[in-house]
């Protein structure tokens, strides 16, 4: 079973330029994360999705920072315009079911690497 | 709150050692559950284990042995005779009423 998958691993862009990113999760897997992990840190949420709907956004920096879901499978991160501190690796995590008070396990993707200059 | 704290930000071993990483947690949830996950160099974070604040019982999966201290708000993690595959950054994490919340990780080395 295919794991979940990320693109792409490393982007390197000028700053105020856009990006995205995307991920497919596990078939089946209707629980959708983001994560953002700055080097030497333990990954923090930037999102959450149950299906379609984001229900924990609370996290993300809106101003620049938009995401979504479509059909409930493949999600898609964007950031516009990219700033110098948005350099860190972003994650993409899927669950069966689960919910905040009784988590799922989380099968993580490799990753995305932004590097901002 | 919620907060993981791993005070060891790196350790050395050499292969065929025990290590033990710390994690201490806190939460004023009284239902909670404690994970552990390896990130190996490739990046992608993998579950090792997870444990509901009820289940205090102590785990052993091979190499692997978690102890679970409730009155010490511990979740220590021991790898016996390591290996260089061993070798990653493990992150403890911690998921009350709020979604998993992570330490800061532990840089494990294992030297053949």
């Known amino acids: 079973e295919a794991g979940v998958v990320q693109s792409p691993r490393y982007k390197i862009i000028e700053k105020k330029q856009p990006v995205a990113f995307w991920c497919n999760p596990i078939?089946?897997?209707?629980?959708l994360y983001w994560y953002l992990q700055n080097l030497g840190q333990g990954p923090e949420l930037l999102i959450r999705?149950?299906?379609?709907?984001?229900?924990?956004d609370s996290q993300l920096p809106k101003d620049r920072f938009s995401a979504e879901r479509l059909k409930g499978v493949d999600s898609t991160l964007k950031i516009q315009p990219a700033e110098l501190g948005d350099s860190a690796v972003y994650l993409c995590?899927?669950?069966?079911?689960?919910?905040?008070?009784?988590?799922?396990?989380?099968?993580f993707g490799e990753g995305s690497r932004l590097t901002v200059l | 709150a919620q907060k993981v704290t791993q005070a060891q930000t790196e350790i050395s071993v050499v292969e065929k050692e025990d290590v033990t990483l710390d994690c201490v947690y806190e939460?004023?949830?009284?239902?909670?559950?404690l994970f552990w996950y390896k990130q190996p160099p490739s990046g992608e974070l993998v579950f090792l284990i997870r444990?509901?604040?009820?289940?205090?019982q102590n785990e052993i999966s091979g190499r692997y042995s978690w102890n679970f201290q409730k009155s010490t708000s511990s979740f220590n993690f021991t790898i016996t005779a390591s290996q260089v595959v061993d070798s990653a950054v493990y992150f403890c994490?911690?998921?009350?009423?709020?979604?998993?919340?992570f330490g800061k990780g532990t840089r494990l080395s294992v030297i053949a």
């Open positions: 995590a899927s669950s069966l079911g689960g919910s905040v008070s009784v988590p799922g396990e989380l099968f």
């Open positions: 078939s089946g897997h209707n629980t």
């Open positions: 999705y149950e299906n379609e709907e984001a229900v924990d």
């Open positions: 939460t004023r949830d009284t239902t909670y559950y």
């Open positions: 444990r509901n604040s009820f289940d205090e």
């Open positions: 994490a911690l998921s009350g009423n709020t979604p998993l919340v």
